[in-house]
């Protein structure tokens, strides 16, 4: 008995239509699921850079008298487990695939590593010439300006305009944050980066979908 898989199909239309479907099933399935590349970094930046803000605010003011070592410490974690986790989400969507594509995943994600690497060490030099509240904003806007320029980076390798558009939101809070000063930055890219990689994970998502 014939299935209806083995029925010839009724028109050229039904056939693009067959074909634009198998496409975004292979883009789905090769595509790692946008939450799990981008929820990570955005609660620990949330979580992180809003520690910040509550024990450094504004004017050396504290909101809640944590421990001076807590925010870094949980920055640093949450980045690590960050880290970890989309590594692993990504390196499940690339054993899928060989080629260009692969190999530009691999470049793309060295470049995030050597580029922070190398400003950490820069940065490192000027540990001692500078006041903490100054140091801590030299750190924080500097990694901050990374993300956004790599971000939008990638969103120009893979025509991705939403990595595009993450990017140039993340570039333009954290140089709204510089401009405040210390403290307030930390607020402002806890909340506008963090929430911006969560909705960004969000619509993603939903875009795969």
């Known amino acids: 008995m014939e299935s209806d898989d083995d029925k010839p199909l009724a028109s050229p239309a039904d056939s693009l239509a067959l074909i634009a479907q198998e496409r975004a099933n292979l883009e789905r399935d090769l595509t790692p699921d946008p939450r799990w590349m981008f929820w990570p970094w955005g609660f620990a930046w949330l979580l992180g850079f809003g520690l910040f803000f509550l024990r450094f605010g504004p004017d050396g003011r504290v909101f809640v008298d944590l421990p001076e070592w807590l925010p870094l ?67 924080a806007g500097g990694m901050v300006a990374l993300t956004g320029a790599l ?16 990017g140039a939101w993340t570039s333009v809070i954290n140089v709204a944050g510089i401009l405040v000063g210390p403290g307030w930055h930390s607020l402002i890219v806890a909340l506008g980066g963090g929430l911006g990689m969560i909705l960004a994970g969000l619509l993603g998502w939903l875009r795969l979908r």
Do not use: C, E, K
């Open 151 to 166: 971000h939008m980076a990638g969103g120009a390798i893979w025509n991705d305009r939403q990595l595009f558009i993450l």
């Open 73 to 139: 410490t949980v920055l640093s974690l949450s980045f690590i487990a960050a880290g970890l986790i989309t590594g692993i989400a990504g390196g499940r969507s690339a054993m899928q695939t060989r080629g260009p594509s692969s190999r530009q995943g691999l470049m793309y994600g060295l470049t995030w590593s050597i580029a922070f690497t190398g400003m950490g060490i820069l940065f490192a030099q000027y540990g001692d010439a500078l006041p903490d509240d100054r140091l801590g904003l030299l750190w």
